[in-house]
Nanobody
Framework: QVQLVESGGGSVQAGGSLRLSCAAANAILSSYCMGWFRQVPGKERERVAIIDTDGSRIYADSVKGRFTISKDVANNTLDLQMYSLKPDDTAMYYC?????????????????WGQGTQVTVSS
């Protein structure tokens, strides 16, 4: 059973920063593709940033230069450092993991999800 537990969400003003963490077993961190998606009510789940099984990183255009995804092997977490937050970044953020290369690129292909953590950015 793959467990993904997110933390670090909250409310900030525009221009602020937050760091999200997703706790996962070491075996998942080391071999699965993993990433962060976000969703607002009434809209499709959107890929924010992923690390594929080959180590490649893919960012949504809307977050490039502001968000950084990384793995903290010492603490067994997948992190998303978010800077220069905008109201449009407001969403529920979900951690995702899948054992297959490429599957984290589309939310429909992802097998495992966390419960989500809310990020709210006020103007």
């Amino acid at each position: 059973q793959v467990q993904l537990v997110e933390s670090g969400g909250g409310s900030v003003q525009a221009g602020g920063s937050l760091r999200l963490s997703c706790a996962a077993a070491n075996a998942i961190l080391s071999s699965y593709c993993m990433g962060w998606f976000r969703q607002v009510p009434g809209k499709e789940r959107e890929r924010v940033a992923i690390i594929d099984t080959d180590g490649s990183r893919i960012y949504a255009d809307s977050v490039k230069g502001r968000f950084t995804i990384s793995k903290d092997v010492a603490n067994n977490t997948l992190d998303l450092q978010m800077y220069s937050l905008k109201p449009d970044d407001t969403a529920m953020y979900y951690c995702a993991a899948d054992p297959h290369y490429g599957h984290c690129r589309q939310f429909e292909w992802v097998e495992y999800w966390g419960q989500g953590t809310q990020v709210t950015v006020s103007s």
